[in-house]
């Protein structure tokens, strides 16, 4: 998954925040026209085949904001989307899978080397937040190992678009959560995320995503200003019981809206939503 941040008002794609910026890097992702056979997958998948970018022979952008290899693709289209419920422009949105709790569960969270030391407060600043809810997850920090891993790396750009700042490795499988997600270090991506307040904002977003939370508005992306459908895809759009189906025009105030308003916090819907599925 994704962040990018477009020049209107600073909105954040919160998965692959990319920010309207001049390049510092040389680094950039290269699409690759896709065949129709990819497209065909992609569909039988779920997605929008008009939604994705080809990074390479087994790598793909699906939605802007998750990196997808072609053996997952592969085993989506093998799931039938099940109890989608799509009637609103804002909902909360789970996948089918999510992470086992049995009860309870601590998930391990590791940030790794290359990181400004803000970093390390914002994280801790998201663990915090998380676990202030009663949650029947909660998150732990730990300097080695870790079942969630945060890594740096100088992500570049998207292709027609601004530098990344963050992509995550999928949606949780087999009752565990995914497996971490990259931050950009490169000095475009470190211009916006240059507090710790910021760092908990994309941090949060992206471990929404690695326990099983799908974008709010994934339907229309309207938080972005855009009209494009992320696709339900074999993961599952399971509407998520409790959370509104709509919101005023312009008050998008969700962590995991595409575009957010910058707010390292949890909306009153947000907590409805995290207590609801953990």
Not at 20 to 35: M, R, V
Request: with cysteine; net charge negative; charged share 15%.
């Amino acid at each position: 998954m994704r962040k990018i941040i477009y020049a209107i008002g600073l909105l954040i794609m919160l998965a692959t925040l990319a920010l309207s910026c001049t390049k510092s890097s040389t680094t950039e992702l290269t699409a690759t026209t896709l065949t129709q056979e990819e497209k065909t997958l992609v569909a039988s998948a779920g997605f929008n085949s008009n939604w994705v970018t080809k990074i390479s022979d087994d790598s793909y952008l699906i939605e802007g904001d998750i990196l997808l290899t072609k053996a997952q693709l592969q085993e989506m289209a093998g799931v039938a989307p099940t109890h989608n419920l799509i009637i609103g422009n804002e909902e909360h949105y789970r996948t089918t899978n999510l992470v086992s709790t049995s009860g309870a569960r601590t998930i391990t969270v590791r940030l790794g080397s290359g990181f400004p030391a803000y970093y390390s407060a914002g994280l801790d600043q998201v663990i915090a937040r998380y676990n202030g809810y009663n949650l029947t997850i909660k998150f732990q920090r730990v300097s080695t190992g870790g079942e969630i891993v945060i890594s740096a790396a100088n992500l570049g750009r998207v292709p027609g678009g601004g530098c990344v700042l963050g992509q995550a490795s999928g949606f949780p499988s087999g009752g565990n959560p995914s497996s971490g997600f990259t931050l950009s270090n490169n000095k475009c991506a470190t211009s916006y995320i240059n507090t710790a307040d910021k760092a908990d904002e994309v941090m949060a977003h992206e471990m929404g995503h690695c326990i099983g939370f799908r974008h709010t508005d994934y339907m229309n992306r309207i938080s972005c200003g855009q009209n494009s459908n992320e696709g339900d895809a074999g993961i599952g759009a399971i509407h998520i019981d409790g959370t509104i189906a709509t919101v005023t025009s312009g008050n998008y105030n969700s962590w995991m809206m595409a575009c957010t308003n910058g707010s390292p916090s949890f909306s009153s819907e947000d907590i409805i939503a995290l207590q609801n599925v953990y």
